[in-house]
Each structure stands twice: as structure tokens, then as C-alpha cells.
């Protein structure tokens, strides 16, 4: 009669880090360099306090949306010419410059839905936590305790920033709108109406792809025949999903090619081209 052995009590100890033989440094070092940079430079363009907006064609970064200091109810263009950035009012006294960015209410909301975000939960995990650095590599950390203590249970309030999001993207939208203005006053299209109108169809793309739209949309759901509506939403905003991830990169390049054309054109580094008055 044979025996079988008994399965062994302990894992295997592996000396190595890891036995992938592939290039798997290169996600997580890519992408913290990336983020970092992107983390730069938009701590500097919030604190910077000037040439954020083109009161000409009502042109506002996406970096001072909405604008709540004072001095974003009078802004002098190039040519002279004098606009408010001001939709919303002002609550920021203009001492406040430097220290507290103009848009002190969204920037907050918006830093705190990406970093709870599922896509880049993994990314800055890998590249700057090594939580683990890549699938199959072996992790510095002695234990894991999840998200269920502080401050990583504060990941499940994602869909409460969600919801912040939205609020913010319409703004957004309001804005890009606006930036459909022209020289006399009336209506009005130029490269930087484009950039914005890019820039905002991508940040909605990102906003309503993620999971938590997705559960919203068509969860708690027993019977999709009965909600053909919501179903057919649900299925919208799940093929979407599929590219969450590709759309929370893209949009980190529109927010900076956004606001740095604003820069440029508030600064006087060029003009507007214009497509139509």
C-alpha cells in the first residue's frame, strides 16, 4: 500500500526576491517619476498665483477652477482688457496668495478622489509604497493589515469623492463653455476653446469610467429587465471601465497641456490662434 506524505507545514523559503526574469522595475519606476513630476509641477502652478487666466476669451486652468481669491475678480489681460475668473464669488483675501491656492475648495476634492482612486492605488502602491513592487516579487513590509486601519481606511470614502468629482467636472464644463468667446464679446472659437473642450471630454471620460460610477449606475440591482434604463447605463459605463486606467494617465497630461497653454497665453508667450472671430 502506498503512502502519501503529509503537506508541509511552512511555505517554501525562497532566498530570492523574485524568479521573473522579465523587466518588471520598469512599471513601477516609470511611474514614479512620472507621478512626481506631475506632482511638481502642479504643487508649483497651484501656489503660483498669476497667469492663470485669459480674461480676453475667458480661458481658466483647470488648476484655479473655481477661482475663490480676490484677486480673480479682476484680472488684466495682455491687451489691457479687464475680466472676472470669478463665477462662483471670492472668500480668499489676496494676502492668502502664495500660501493657499485660488481654488482652495476642488483641489483638495480632486487630489483625494485620485489618490483613493483603484487604479492609482496600485500604481503609487508599486512604484513609491513597494506594496508589492510588481506580482510575484517579494515585498519589504513585515505584515499587511489591508485597508482597514488609518490611514489607508480612508480609501473606502472613494465614492464620496466621486461624487465631489462630478460636482467639479461640472464646473469644468461650465468653464470650457465659457472659453467659447471672441474678440467682440460674442461667440467666439480658438486653439485654447479646443484644448479645454479636450481637456474636460477626457477628465468625464476618467470621472464616470471609474468602479464606483459603475456600482452606483447599476448596483444593488436583482433584475436588469426590470431597469432596462439603468442596465443599458451600467453597460455604457462598463465598457468605458475597461480603460479607467488609460484615462486616469491621459488626463494627467491634459490637466498640464491645459494649463500650461493657459500659462503661456496669460503670460504673453504668444497669442491665441484664432479658428473663428
Same mark, same amino acid.
Given at each position: 500500500?502506498?503512502?502519501?506524505?503529509?503537506?508541509?507545514?511552512?511555505?517554501?523559503?525562497?532566498?530570492?526576491?523574485?524568479?521573473?526574469?522579465?523587466?518588471?522595475?520598469?512599471?513601477?519606476?516609470?511611474?514614479?517619476?512620472?507621478?512626481?513630476?506631475?506632482?511638481?509641477?502642479?504643487?508649483?502652478?497651484?501656489?503660483?498665483?498669476?497667469?492663470?487666466?485669459?480674461?480676453?476669451?475667458?480661458?481658466?486652468?483647470?488648476?484655479?477652477?473655481?477661482?475663490?481669491?480676490?484677486?480673480?475678480?479682476?484680472?488684466?489681460?495682455?491687451?489691457?482688457?479687464?475680466?472676472?475668473?470669478?463665477?462662483?464669488?471670492?472668500?480668499?483675501?489676496?494676502?492668502?496668495?502664495?500660501?493657499?491656492?485660488?481654488?482652495?475648495?476642488?483641489?483638495?476634492?480632486?487630489?483625494?478622489?485620485?489618490?483613493?482612486?483603484?487604479?492609482?492605488?496600485?500604481?503609487?502602491?508599486?512604484?513609491?509604497?513597494?506594496?508589492?513592487?510588481?506580482?510575484?516579487?517579494?515585498?519589504?513590509?513585515?505584515?499587511?493589515?489591508?485597508?482597514?486601519?488609518?490611514?489607508?481606511?480612508?480609501?473606502?470614502?472613494?465614492?464620496?469623492?466621486?461624487?465631489?468629482?462630478?460636482?467639479?467636472?461640472?464646473?469644468?464644463?461650465?468653464?470650457?463653455?465659457?472659453?467659447?468667446? =471672441?474678440?467682440?464679446?460674442?461667440?467666439?472659437? =480658438?486653439?485654447?476653446?479646443?484644448?479645454?473642450?479636450?481637456?474636460?471630454?477626457?477628465?468625464?471620460?476618467?470621472?464616470?469610467?471609474?468602479?464606483?460610477?459603475?456600482?452606483?449606475?447599476?448596483?444593488?440591482?436583482?433584475?436588469?429587465?426590470?431597469?432596462?434604463?439603468?442596465?443599458?447605463?451600467?453597460?455604457?459605463?462598463?465598457?468605458?471601465?475597461?480603460?479607467?486606467?488609460?484615462?486616469?494617465?491621459?488626463?494627467?497630461?491634459?490637466?498640464?497641456?491645459?494649463?500650461?497653454?493657459?500659462?503661456?497665453?496669460? =503670460?504673453?508667450?504668444?497669442?491665441?490662434?484664432?479658428?473663428?472671430?
Amino acid at each position: 500500500m502506498s503512502t502519501v506524505e503529509a503537506p508541509a507545514k511552512s511555505r517554501a523559503q525562497i532566498k530570492e526576491r523574485t524568479l521573473r526574469k522579465d523587466n518588471w522595475r520598469l512599471y513601477p519606476l516609470t511611474t514614479f517619476v512620472i507621478f512626481t513630476a506631475w506632482v511638481v509641477y502642479a504643487t508649483v502652478r497651484a501656489f503660483w498665483g498669476s497667469a492663470f487666466y485669459v480674461p480676453e476669451y475667458h480661458y481658466l486652468t483647470p488648476f484655479y477652477s473655481p477661482c475663490l481669491n480676490d484677486i480673480c475678480g479682476n484680472v488684466v489681460g495682455q491687451t489691457g482688457q479687464e475680466g472676472s475668473a470669478a463665477e462662483f464669488g471670492t472668500f480668499l483675501p489676496e494676502s492668502t496668495r502664495g500660501w493657499i491656492p485660488f481654488a482652495a475648495i476642488s483641489l483638495p476634492f480632486l487630489l483625494l478622489f485620485r489618490l483613493t482612486c483603484y487604479y492609482y492605488r496600485k500604481a503609487y502602491y508599486r512604484s513609491f509604497w513597494a506594496s508589492p513592487s510588481a506580482c510575484a516579487v517579494r515585498e519589504p513590509h513585515g505584515k499587511y493589515t489591508g485597508e482597514r486601519r488609518f490611514p489607508l481606511i480612508g480609501q473606502n470614502l472613494h465614492r464620496y469623492f466621486w461624487v465631489a468629482a462630478v460636482l467639479i467636472s461640472l464646473i469644468n464644463t461650465y468653464d470650457a463653455i465659457r472659453a467659447f468667446h =471672441g474678440k467682440d464679446g460674442g461667440f467666439g472659437i =480658438g486653439l485654447g476653446t479646443l484644448v479645454l473642450v479636450a481637456n474636460v471630454v477626457l477628465l468625464w471620460l476618467y470621472t464616470l469610467s471609474c468602479h464606483s460610477c459603475r456600482h452606483i449606475v447599476g448596483g444593488r440591482l436583482k433584475n436588469f429587465s426590470k431597469h432596462p434604463f439603468r442596465y443599458r447605463m451600467w453597460g455604457w459605463v462598463s465598457a468605458i471601465n475597461q480603460r479607467h486606467g488609460m484615462y486616469a494617465l491621459i488626463t494627467l497630461g491634459s490637466l498640464v497641456v491645459a494649463d500650461a497653454y493657459v500659462a503661456l497665453v496669460a =503670460g504673453g508667450a504668444f497669442s491665441d490662434p484664432r479658428i473663428f472671430n
